[in-house]
């Protein structure tokens, strides 16, 4: 009886792993997943980028992470593409190997001033995909970090000096953190930062009087984009799309396994000396 009954639990048990395996999802790829599991990865891994940036919870609505997805599967679909041409079309691939070699700078430099080193390894991946680009762009905008030259100025920096990673990428740095400054009180402070830094702080402060109010003011960053309508041009062409693209890259970024990138995440590759 003794041996039965070890005989029925081992099938058992056998029969219940042979049923889990069939019914379990086949990958654990996001390009594999169900539509809900996508948008259920996304919500979660935003707020644990949030979280890793902030040391607080963001309460993003479900429409705001329904923008940070859209970005997603936007860099999702040129992982593989073997295309090397030009930003907004590369490889997805390529564009991460080329962050593996600036990551150690950007996360050194960005910790030296008690910033979060997400910040600073994905703001060049929103900007250049981590070209140093040297022509300037319509608005003159130059380096990885794109700056504008008057705007280097500000930070004691030549155009040429733009072109070095380390001085742009401090630059950029002390930028950041005026503008967390600025937006202190605010709970979602850095993704109003990264905000600024694409559109403005004048404007964007604008903004947030204009559209956020207590009603809304848990989301700011989330309110802000619901109000594109009532924004400018520019926000509905550009700025709009700016902090889900830097959440999506860091998402990725953070989690290349689940894209079958062939690397760690990119905050791990951290000088040693």
Do not use: H, W
């Amino acid at each position: 009886m003794k041996f039965q009954r070890m005989f029925l639990l081992l099938l058992a048990a056998l029969i219940a792993s042979t049923t889990s395996a069939q019914t379990a999802p086949s990958s654990n790829l996001y390009q594999q997943m169900t539509p809900d599991a996508r948008s259920a990865f996304v919500a979660t891994e935003a707020r644990r980028i949030a979280l890793s940036m902030s040391g607080s919870e963001y309460g993003f609505t479900p429409a705001f992470e329904a923008e940070i997805q859209k970005s997603v599967d936007a860099y999702a679909q040129r992982i593989g593409n073997n295309n090397n041409d030009g930003l907004g079309k590369r490889d997805v691939r390529l564009v991460f190997e080329r962050g593996q070699s600036v990551a150690p700078t950007l996360i050194k430099v960005f910790k030296a001033r008690n910033l979060s080193p997400l910040i600073g390894l994905y703001i060049p991946m929103v900007e250049s995909e981590y070209v140093n680009i040297e022509a300037p762009n319509s608005v003159g905008a130059i380096g990885m970090f794109q700056f504008l030259p008057k705007t280097g100025k500000r930070y004691g920096l030549t155009a040429q000096e733009l072109l070095d990673v380390e001085k742009s990428a401090d630059a950029a740095a002390l930028y950041i953190a005026g503008n967390l400054k600025l937006f202190k009180d605010d709970g979602m402070k850095e993704a109003l930062a990264l905000l600024a830094y694409n559109r403005g702080e004048g404007n964007v402060r604008r903004d947030l009087q204009s559209f956020v109010d207590n009603q809304n003011k848990g989301c700011s960053i989330c309110a802000l984009t619901a109000a594109r309508d009532k924004l400018d041009a520019t926000f509905q062409s550009e700025n709009v799309y700016y902090v889900p693209r830097f959440f999506a890259a860091a998402i990725i970024g953070e989690n290349p396994n689940a894209f079958a990138l062939q690397m760690q995440p990119l905050s791990s590759y951290e000088s040693k000396r």
